[in-house]
Every structure is written in C-alpha cells, then in structure tokens.
C-alpha cells in the first residue's frame, strides 16, 4: 500500500476506466453515509446538557438511541462501527483486487486506500464518540479510568480501531524499509485488516451491554441479526488471500481457517438468536456480500470466488441443535463443531473443487487432524462469546475456554511454515501469438508433484490474474491448461505447492528500475524450484530486522490486548445481565415467533 513511480504508472493507465480505481463509488459511498448523519443531526434532540456545545453533539446520539432502542452511547458506538465497517471492507476489497491486478499504485491516497483509512477512522471515533457520549449522558455501564467513564464493550473497539488505524500508518513506514509486498497477510495489513474485522465482535457486545436483548422485540431481533451477519461476514476477511486466487501461505489455511470461522460464527448465531437464524443470517450475509458487486457495476478486473458457501454448516448446526438442544450449550457446541468440521467440511470440498486454487485428496488428511479440533474449539469459544452476549455467565468454564482458545492457536501455527523442496524444473514455452505463451514442464524427479496441493502457471498484475493449471503428460512431463500472458507488465510464473513446500520458478518478469530489477526474459530454462517469496514478491528487501520484530511484536500485544478485553468484558457482561434480568432461557424463540412479537 505504497506509492511508487514507473510501474505503478503503467498500473494506472491499465486500469484507466476501472471502477476500483475511480473516486465515484466511494464518493456515492460517503455521500449517503454524511447525509445519513446529516438527516440523524437534524431529526435529533439536543437534551438537556448545560453545554450548548454538548447539547449539540448529542443530538445524532440521541436520535440514534430513539430508532434503536438503545442507549445514547452504545448506538453511537454500534451505528458508527458497522458504517466504517461497510466503508473499509469497499476500500479492502477494491484495494486487493487493484493490486492483484495491476500491482503498485503511484499515489497512497487512491480512493481504496481512502476508504479502508475513513473506514479504519470511523470504527476508532466510534468507539471514543460512545465514551464521550457515557460521560455527557451520565451512563454507569462500565469502569471509571482516570475519572473518565468507559463502558466495557468499548474497550475491545478501542483496541481495535487505534491498532487497524495504526496499521495504516506503519504499513507506509514498512514498505518504505522493505518495499512493496503485494500480500495481504504482513503484518501491517493484517492490523488493518483484523483490526477492522473483528471490531463487529465488540459491536455486538455493545448490543448486550446497552441492554437489547433479541427476541422482545422485532427491533431487537434485526439489530442483532444485522450485527451478527457483520460478525459472520468479518471472520471470512483473511480468506481474501483464496477469493482473489493469489493465495502466498499453504492451501491448509484455506479449509482451517474456514471451519473455524464457521463454528464460530453460526454456533454464536445459533445460541444468540434462537431457531433458524443460522439460515436467516447466512441468507443476509449473502445480500450482503454481492453489494461490493453492484458498487463496481461488474468491473473489477479480477474474478473472485467465495472461499466458503456455508449452506451445509448451518443446516448441521441447525440439525445439531434440533436434536440435542441448547439447553447444554458446551455439549452443543462440540457437536455442531464436529458436524461443520465433517458434514459441513464436505459441502466445503464440493464448492472449492472448483476454487482458484482446488481442494484435492491430498489436503484431506491434513484438513482432518487440524481443521476437526479447531472446529471444536471454535465452537466451544463461541458458546462463551454468546453467553456474554446473552448476559447468561458460566455457559464455559474459564479453564475450558482457555484450553480451546490454546487449540485454535495452534491450528493456525500448523500451516505458518514454507519450506522448499529439492525439485528441478526444465521449463518449455510455446508462443501463441498476441503476447500469450504455453508454458510446458518437465520435473526431476518425475514424481515430484504427485501429491501436490496445487502446480500452476499463472500470471497477474498486466489488468488481471491467470491461473492455468499443469496438466500431466506422463514420466514428469506437463503442460499448462490455456495459455498465459507474458507481455508488458505481465508477471509469470510456475508455483508448485506440495505439504510445507512452496516454490516457485520465474517464465518471464518485466524490468523495474525503481528497485534495480532486471528483466527475466521469457525463454526456455533449467533451473531448481526457488522459494516462491523471491518471485511473488519480488520487490521486497530485507531492510532493518529490529522494525520487522516491533511491529510484529506490536500485532501480537493487540491480539493480546483484544483476548483481554474481550474476556473481561465478557465475563463482567455476562454477569451483569444475570444481574439485571436473570438467567435467560434455556433455548432462545424461533424465528417465526420473534418476527410476530410486537416492537
């Protein structure tokens, strides 16, 4: 997310007349969202604060409160958080496809850029706005730091929002140091990203702590639902590295990270708002994701493709808790994990047979030993997250959370490493004419790509992104599926992914004097696989060693710091609403008969 010259020029005017680098969108985008605020400014009551400047600013706070039932400070928060959700989750996926497709852009602020920093901004100011507005309103939710009235589940936004804001600064500072990683997983973008992400975890126990409760109200029910489809939606954002097809850590993250955030999404859903919303929100969250699509008006240069559909998940989780109840939610929530991690896994594997990159037989041993715990896992921390939502404590014990959240850990540790494998590669290319080329490989050893998780040519950042899958020949000869581009800024290589090992061999790099960056012509060569790193991102340096560590180092204390707050929010929720309303009832009410209760 850097602005250099030479080649990020030649982006530009590829992708001249492409709405993901047009300003229109995003300005459509901020115009309904200022006159949204404009209107609640106008409609809203000042109060009754002695400040006249206080009676302003709590005048979109409390029209705000009026239309949702809530009080001042947590619509404030609530409302203002989902708003830089929609806007940073345009800018994240405009961005990503630009640079999928095109590579470096010339100038930081691009309208992607400026709707992933207004997005990051808004969900940050929210959560200070909700304090602000506690302590004009007089609100006792909460703990008193420094005289300052701050109500517990605006602590996790805090966090997240000063870390994703945060992220987009240092992101700048790290590839000025080590140049231009065009990854979605650094650590920079992955404060952005989870930073904004999963800040509609903290909305949603700003719903609990500003007292809706869903089922006494077809108000209440929509807010939760709407937020819980947030929550769903959110959990999926770090699969972009597999929606957009140019995916840079082992293919084991693509099924983990799905059954993960599956069980944890629709167990929360399933235990939160009752009977059928698992379908309900799914069916939402699909409305929801194809608005990127209208926005673009169908002309985003890179053809994604969900990584997940979830429809076998929710009807398991919804069969899981039919049969066996709610009434345990830990028993539930190992079953329904078990269920989306088999199950539910299979209707994964039938949806990414045709994925960008597609599950074959030799991921599934792997999927099984990893992706069933942490399935399981996931469940159970989401059986605890609910409850806190619920305001019902105990639902999971503090050691069995512990121990669930460790597993989920190590899940994701599993896949982390990349190592390279000892194959050689004689590489053929066949011109067709109009700059295309068919890319033919002879390996050594001849068996080397047998099991592998995915051996391709592909081809991106010249206006889009090919990948032509190796077809074998027989005795180690194969050749590529359709021809490659392997003309102008057109990167080309061959990948070659099986177990730990990713590797990589070049078929034809442009030159890039910005970073002294001869060209690798296309010809017919032989050479040993390579780490892919060296070609993928091939304008990175290794730059000082000490901010690589500090910035990791700073991801890893905000990830600490949002389980905390996350945790002792929870917990102190959950214990308020036993508190003030009782335990709540053993199986939250179907759909059908929450849409019929009066608002």
Sequence with gaps: MTAVPFLAQQADELAGGSAIAEWHPLVILLSVVAGIMLLLIVRGAPGDHRSAVARFVLRMPNQLAKLTGMPAWAATAWAGTLGGLVIAAYGFFTDVAYHVAYGRDETLFTAPHTAIFVGVCLIAASAAAGILVANLTGARHGTRLSGIQVPWSLIPLVVLGSGAVAGFGIDEVWHAQYGVDVTMWSAPHMLMILG???????????????????????????????????????????????????????????????????????????????????????????????????????????????????????????????????????????????????????????????????????????????????????????????????????????????????????????????????????????????????????LDPPDAAEDARWFYAGAWQGGGNTVAHMQPLGEGRYVAEEPIEVHGPWKAVLRLHVGSDMMAAPIRMPADPMFDLEEIPLEDRAMAFEAETRYLLRETNDGPPALAVAVRLLFVALAAAWLAAMCNGGRRLAARGEHDAGPEAPDAPPVTATLTRSG
Excluded: C, K
Aim: hydrophobic share 60%; proline share 5%.
């Design 196 to 442: 904004a992400a999963l800040s509609s975890t903290g909305a949603w126990f700003v719903l609990a702590e500003g007292g809706v409760r869903p089922g006494t109200s077809r108000r209440a029910t929509a807010l939760h639902a709407v937020t819980a489809m947030t929550v769903l939606v959110a959990l999926f954002a770090p699969l972009g590295e597999f929606d957009f097809g140019v995916p840079q850590f082992q293919q084991l993250y693509h099924p983990v990270l799905v059954l993960i955030a599956s069980a944890a999404a629709l167990v929360a859903v399933r235990l939160v708002l009752g009977r059928g919303w698992t379908l309900g929100v799914l069916a939402i969250a699909w409305v929801a994701g194809n608005l990127d699509t209208a926005l673009l008006a169908g002309s985003a240069p890179v053809e994604t493709r969900d990584s997940a559909i979830l429809l076998g998940s929710a009807v398991v989780v919804e069969v899981v808790a039919l049969l066996v109840g709610t009434r345990h939610p830990v028993r539930f929530a190992v079953l329904a994990g078990l269920g989306v991690s088999t199950l539910g896994l299979a209707t994964e594997w039938w949806w990414n047979s045709q994925a960008h990159q597609p599950w074959t037989t030799s991921l599934l041993p792997d999927v099984l030993v990893v992706g069933i715990p942490a399935a399981v896992a996931a469940a159970v921390v989401a059986a605890a997250y609910a409850g806190a939502v619920l305001g019902r404590p105990g639902l999971v014990s503090g050691r069995l959370l512990a121990v669930a959240l460790l597993v989920v850990g190590l899940a994701l540790a599993v896949p982390f490493p990349r190592t390279v494998g000892d194959v050689a590669v004689q590489i053929s290319v066949e011109d067709q004419g109009d700059g295309m080329a068919l890319v033919h490989a002879q």
